[in-house]
């Protein structure tokens, strides 16, 4: 359903978020909303950092943050190929960040930003949007120290929308929707905090 003459509002994501619906803008940034059968999950608690990336990590000095700069990774995604996330959703996006319901986690070396991950939680529910790196494995360790962050804190829904070739190889898997909506009722009934 394409909706690009609403304005995104938080109010708005929150509650299509709830309802496992999330919205995507095409190239000319007009928002459409999505709500995939089947949905892309992954498994929290087989979710484990391998251990050739676990010694990669400690090798190359990879400090992690979480909600340290924003707005420099939402930026990062942002500029990925094909690009959906228009400045309206980075503003919307920044805004629930300010409100404490989207948060990030990167990945640094000293000073700089090497890449990224950021995504929505709401109780027990995070929806992982986007992620991006500026150098090699930086995305994949941001991802895993998520997991790892995610599971320490209760959360029993991580969410990826659709499947892909990336997400495939780091674990995600599809449930049908109807067995998504009712994960994510499970997890919405949780007092998780990120």
């Known amino acids: 359903m394409s909706c690009a003459h609403f304005?995104?509002?938080?109010?708005?994501?929150?509650?299509?978020?709830?309802?496992?619906?999330?919205?995507?803008?095409?190239?000319?940034?007009?928002?459409?909303?999505h709500d995939p059968d089947p949905r892309a999950v992954f498994d929290l608690e087989r979710l484990t950092i391998p251990s050739r990336l676990a010694r990669y990590v400690r090798a190359n000095g990879f400090a992690f943050r979480i909600d340290m700069a924003f707005g420099a990774v939402i930026r990062g995604c942002a500029e990925r190929e094909p690009r959906?996330?228009?400045?309206?959703?980075?503003?919307?996006?920044?805004?629930?960040?300010?409100?404490?319901?989207?948060?990030?986690?990167?990945?640094?070396?000293?000073?700089s930003l090497l890449g990224g991950i950021y995504g929505i939680a709401i109780r027990g529910a995070f929806f992982g949007e986007s992620m991006f790196s500026c150098a090699p494995n930086a995305s994949k360790?941001?991802?895993?120290?998520?997991?790892?962050?995610?599971?320490?804190?209760?959360?029993?829904?991580?969410?990826?929308?659709y499947l892909n070739a990336h997400t495939a190889s780091l674990g995600a898997f599809e449930i049908p929707r109807q067995r998504f909506r009712a994960e994510l009722m499970a997890a919405l009934e949780l007092s998780a905090e990120f």
């Open 141 to 161: 360790a941001a991802f895993f120290h998520l997991a790892a962050h995610l599971r320490s804190r209760g959360f029993i829904l991580f969410d990826t929308q």
């Open 84 to 111: 959906w996330i228009s400045e309206e959703m980075i503003h919307v996006y920044s805004e629930l960040h300010r409100l404490g319901h989207a948060h990030s986690v990167e990945v640094w070396n000293g000073g």
């Open 7 to 33: 304005s995104l509002t938080t109010d708005l994501l929150l509650s299509a978020y709830r309802r496992g619906i999330f919205p995507m803008a095409d190239d000319a940034g007009r928002i459409t909303w």
